[in-house]
């Protein structure tokens, strides 16, 4: 397939030089996952970019490595042992990276960190100052996964997510328990008046957040039900625009119970939350050891500690109580000292 690249000499390039590393690792993953749509999941990219770059990469390698489905891809016998030399890359690409880790204890320097995007810019965010006057010479990247195609990031130091899941030999470690319930402005109840039952909000306008549907099992059935089949939905997979939108009275949404600290004139509606996920934190051990990662890593473990911050405690606090709880501070959001 394709037409095979030549040097300007005529000659035909060698493979390596019609080779991205990039592409071989998307190659992998495509591999690995056996599907476009999976690798692009994992990948943080879309689906049409991965496809596109696949088609690339086998043009330029003048072979054809996937054979594409409805039911996902099939590696070719070219593609095969193509993966096969291109996982030892991975693998020896990886140790290297450890080892470069494991030689560089500096403490400046920038560590690029993965987090949903709605704790990435209203918890994590706000609470960088700290972290920059605390450690001057560390600077961040931090990626919240609204832009695929233009990711802020090659390879992820931290990262904070709802999947349990192990990683290789990562660290997974509970970092919080984010509870989930519904909220709304003052002006809206003021408007339509508060539900008084389950069923009644499923009556009301919503803002839905299309990402929020990990770890379903938390969720209370009821809760789900009216999360996903309200009459009225406001749909968006981005936390500033469900933000804004409760804010200006557009709807009731389900939301961390943390919004009470930035989101001011809001109400929980209910005595219970309606989901409590996990928030994990996974990191390779070796970052661990590098003097830059490793304050970052205290520094997002003391952002989310219970004892300071009660709506990340396990057991739920109901947000009233949060300016009752010693080390709690205000209500609405202030920049931290």
Not at 157 to 180: C, M, N, W
Not at 253 to 282: D, H, Q, R, W
Request: aromatic letters at 8%; glycine letters at 6%.
């Amino acid at each position: 397939m394709g037409v095979e690249k030549k040097s300007d000499g005529g000659a035909l390039l060698p493979a390596s030089a019609r080779a991205d590393w990039a592409d071989l690792r998307l190659f992998l993953h495509v591999a690995e996952s056996g599907s476009i749509s999976a690798a692009a999941k994992s990948l943080q990219m879309s689906q049409p970019t991965v496809s596109q770059r696949l088609s690339d990469l086998e043009f330029r390698l003048n072979t054809q490595l996937v054979v594409r489905g409805p039911s996902g891809i099939v590696l070719t016998e070219t593609g095969q042992r193509i993966k096969e030399h291109v996982a030892v890359m991975q693998r020896s690409a990886s140790a290297i990276d450890r080892l470069m880790r494991e030689f560089d204890d500096k403490p400046e320097g920038r560590v690029k960190i993965a987090a949903p995007d709605g704790l990435g810019s209203f918890w994590i965010g706000p609470r960088i100052p700290a972290l920059q006057r605390a450690n001057p010479g560390i600077t961040l990247s931090l990626d919240g996964g609204l832009w695929p195609d233009s990711p802020v990031h090659d390879d992820i130091d931290i990262s904070l997510q709802y999947d349990a899941r192990k990683f290789g030999d990562h660290v997974v470690e509970p970092l919080a328990t984010v509870h989930y319930a519904p909220f709304a402005a003052e002006s809206y109840l003021k408007l339509y008046g508060a539900p008084k039952s389950q069923a009644e909000l499923a009556t009301h306008r919503t803002v839905h957040h299309s990402a929020v549907q990990l770890q379903k099992e938390t969720w209370d059935p009821k809760a789900e039900a009216v999360r996903t089949l309200s009459s009225y939905n406001v749909e968006t997979n981005c936390s500033a625009t469900v933000v804004m939108s409760v804010l200006a009275g557009a709807g009731i949404a389900f939301l961390p119970t943390c919004a009470a600290a930035f989101i001011p004139n809001i109400v929980m509606l209910g005595e219970e939350p309606a989901a409590s996920p996990k928030l994990y934190l996974v990191y390779d051990p070796a970052i661990a050891r590098v003097a830059r990662a490793k304050s970052v890593l205290e520094w997002l473990q003391d952002i989310f500690s219970a004892s300071t911050n009660p709506w990340f405690a396990e057991e739920f606090v109901h947000p009233r109580e949060f300016a009752m709880r010693p080390g709690a501070g205000k209500l609405l959001y202030e920049a931290p000292d």
